[in-house]
């Protein structure tokens, strides 16, 4: 556990409130060297801004690398998210989000534009403070979540309002009208000794009032003043509704912000090597000698056709590969699967269906030349000397059928190149195929489009909160 006091006192970004990111993570708060984690279970987050002095890749390495240490459960992998403004390039591909975080100074005037805007606000409206999660405060939560399109952890942040309160630094600051109405509210955090953190706020159509949001803007400033706070942390711009919400107050950016999300794997030991080659043998045909078993085995790529969706803050991928290929994608396979709850798979996997397919694709019809032999070096044979022979002429009535030809330049012969993108399923002398498209998606974890036990067994355990908070 940190001195949270001087974590505090030190705060660049509202995730150094300890206490408020403690209790919306429910995991504990830790230093290594000038970074803040938070970690419980088999899952960690990383603060990249350090409490002094500036952000440096190989600083942030080491303090990484010691924190993943300290994961109470990290034998079978660590679940990680990191923000910085920066991240060490090997995350590069494990990139959410970028976003700029926005700060306005407490002694910064009420607009001009909006100062008439906030006094007739004013006459009908009423300003007060409190710590009281209440019934009007979850219909306006709920009425705003319903209009606004935000991402996963902004979400959580307005999920879990009502059971983080009681902490240290937490109010709430509302707009009420004449009949009682919520019109709008901000959760603030006045922890952190140099600023006062705008986490989130919403206000209501329901009840609306023009300029609410403003004039809690203005009573916010005023506070974060008396307080004696240097500025009002406005966090991320989020999108662009948001962002020129806090433009117009003259907010200003401060920081690039930049998230990532991976999981941490251990590096395998000898007893789980020794499992993992167990487990190739027994799966393995009778008949091969151990030797031909490894050599069998296809060299590993990592998969590179895949596209990334984002649509009402949940992300998707679509990827494809060739229907057959001779190189295996399994660790890469293993590496996406975890990061998503549900995988769609086109083509057929049923046993008898790929045996087919791999049949007819080793043992091809005579009736048409292999493709690897009719490349020309154009296309890309080695040396150009793959030709299929000539047809009949277009004007002859009848047309032959081809004989299949030779490939005099190709060291592969027919049928050889025949392994699948698909990993994990061998037979006795290549892989068997299935159609290349695959659709992973974040959608509830008990949905398998193919409910085999291999499939299941890449399933990452979804965290329903992603643990960064953002802005609303």
Same mark, same amino acid.
């Given at each position: 556990? @940190?001195?949270?006091?001087?974590?505090?006192?030190?705060?660049?970004?509202?995730?150094?409130?300890?206490p408020?990111?403690?209790?919306?993570?429910?995991?504990?708060?830790?230093l290594?060297g000038?970074?803040?984690f938070?970690?419980? !279970?088999?899952?960690?987050?990383a +603060? %990249?801004?350090?409490?002094?002095?500036?952000y440096? $890749?190989?600083?942030?390495?080491?303090?990484?690398?010691?924190?993943?240490?300290?994961v109470?459960?990290?034998?079978?992998?660590? !679940?990680?998210?990191?923000?910085?403004?920066?991240?060490?390039a090997?995350?590069? %591909?494990?990139v959410?989000?970028?976003?700029?975080?926005y +700060?306005?100074?407490?002694?910064? @005037?009420?607009?001009?534009?909006?100062r008439?805007?906030?006094? +007739?606000?004013?006459?009908?409206?009423?300003?007060?403070?409190?710590?009281?999660f209440?019934?009007? $405060?979850?219909?306006?939560?709920?009425?705003?979540?319903?209009?606004?399109?935000?991402?996963?952890?902004?979400?959580?942040?307005?999920?879990?309002?009502?059971?983080?309160?009681?902490? @240290?630094?937490?109010?709430?600051?509302?707009?009420?009208?004449?009949?009682?109405? *919520?019109?709008?509210?901000?959760?603030?955090?006045?922890?952190?000794?140099?600023?006062?953190?705008?986490?989130?706020?919403? $206000?209501?159509?329901t $009840?609306?009032?023009?300029?609410?949001?403003? *004039?809690?803007?203005?009573?916010?400033?005023?506070?974060?003043?008396?307080?004696d706070?240097?500025?009002v942390? *406005?966090?991320?711009?989020?999108?662009?509704?948001?962002?020129?919400?806090?433009?117009?107050?003259?907010?200003?950016?401060?920081?690039?912000?930049?998230?990532?999300?991976?999981?941490?794997?251990?590096?395998?030991?000898?007893?789980?090597?020794?499992?993992?080659?167990?487990?190739?043998?027994?799966?393995?045909?009778?008949?091969?000698s151990k030797?031909?078993?490894?050599?069998?085995?296809?060299?590993?790529?990592?998969?590179?056709?895949?596209?990334?969706?984002?649509?009402?803050?949940?992300?998707?991928?679509?990827?494809?590969?060739?229907?057959?290929?001779?190189?295996?994608?399994?660790?890469?396979?293993?590496?996406?699967?975890?990061?998503?709850?549900?995988?769609?798979?086109?083509?057929?996997?049923?046993?008898?269906?790929?045996?087919?397919?791999?049949? +007819?694709?080793?043992?091809?019809?005579?009736?048409?030349?292999?493709?690897?032999?009719?490349?020309?070096?154009?296309?890309?044979?080695?040396?150009?000397?793959?030709?299929a022979?000539?047809?009949?002429?277009?004007?002859?009535?009848?047309?032959?059928?081809?004989?299949p030809?030779?490939?005099?330049?190709?060291?592969? @012969?027919? %049928?050889?190149?025949?392994?699948?993108?698909?990993?994990?399923r061998?037979?006795?002398?290549?892989?068997?195929?299935?159609?290349?498209?695959?659709?992973?998606?974040?959608?509830?974890?008990?949905?398998?489009?193919?409910?085999?036990?291999?499939?299941?067994?890449?399933?990452?355990?979804?965290?329903?909160?992603?643990?960064f908070?953002?802005?609303?």
């Amino acid at each position: 556990m @940190p001195d949270l006091a001087s974590v505090l006192e030190q705060a660049r970004v509202p995730e150094h409130s300890a206490p408020f990111m403690q209790a919306m993570s429910q995991g504990t708060a830790f230093l290594e060297g000038e970074y803040l984690f938070l970690t419980a !279970d088999d899952w960690l987050m990383a +603060i %990249g801004y350090p409490l002094s002095g500036e952000y440096a $890749h190989d600083s942030f390495e080491r303090a990484l690398a010691a924190a993943l240490r300290r994961v109470p459960k990290r034998l079978e992998g660590v !679940d990680c998210w990191a923000i910085g403004p920066d991240l060490p390039a090997r995350l590069a %591909g494990h990139v959410t989000d970028r976003d700029t975080f926005y +700060i306005l100074p407490c002694d910064a @005037p009420v607009p001009a534009r909006l100062r008439r805007p906030v006094e +007739i606000a004013a006459e009908k409206l009423t300003v007060r403070e409190g710590r009281d999660f209440t019934p009007a $405060h979850r219909r306006l939560w709920a009425e705003f979540m319903n209009r606004a399109v935000l991402p996963p952890n902004v979400r959580g942040l307005f999920a879990r309002t009502g059971a983080v309160l009681d902490t @240290p630094g937490l109010r709430l600051l509302d707009a009420v009208d004449a009949e009682g109405n *919520l019109a709008a509210s901000l959760l603030l955090d006045d922890a952190p000794r140099r600023f006062c953190s705008y986490l989130i706020g919403a $206000h209501s159509r329901t $009840h609306y009032t023009p300029h609410a949001a403003d *004039l809690l803007f203005a009573h916010m400033l005023r506070s974060a003043r008396e307080a004696d706070k240097e500025y009002v942390h *406005l966090g991320l711009g989020v999108n662009d509704g948001i962002r020129r919400f806090k433009t117009k107050w003259g907010g200003r950016p401060a920081l690039p912000y930049v998230m990532a999300s991976w999981r941490e794997t251990p590096r395998e030991t000898g007893s789980e090597t020794i499992s993992s080659l167990v487990r190739i043998l027994l799966e393995s045909p009778s008949d091969l000698s151990k030797r031909q078993i490894f050599d069998s085995l296809p060299q590993q790529r990592p998969f590179a056709m895949l596209w990334e969706l984002t649509k009402n803050g949940r992300t998707s991928w679509i990827g494809g590969t060739a229907h057959f290929f001779c190189y295996s994608f399994e660790a890469a396979f293993r590496n996406l699967f975890e990061r998503v709850d549900t995988v769609l798979f086109e083509g057929p996997l049923d046993a008898d269906s790929l045996d087919e397919v791999a049949r +007819i694709g080793k043992t091809p019809d005579g009736r048409h030349p292999p493709l690897i032999c009719l490349r020309s070096r154009k296309s890309g044979c080695s040396n150009g000397s793959c030709r299929a022979p000539p047809e009949s002429s277009p004007a002859s009535s009848t047309r032959r059928t081809p004989t299949p030809p030779t490939c005099g330049g190709c060291s592969q @012969p027919p %049928g050889t190149g025949m392994h699948s993108s698909r990993c994990g399923r061998r037979i006795s002398n290549g892989w068997a195929g299935t159609s290349p498209w695959i659709s992973a998606r974040g959608t509830p974890r008990s949905k398998w489009a193919n409910p085999s036990s291999a499939w299941k067994a890449l399933k990452n355990r979804w965290r329903p909160w992603s643990p960064f908070p953002s802005d609303g």
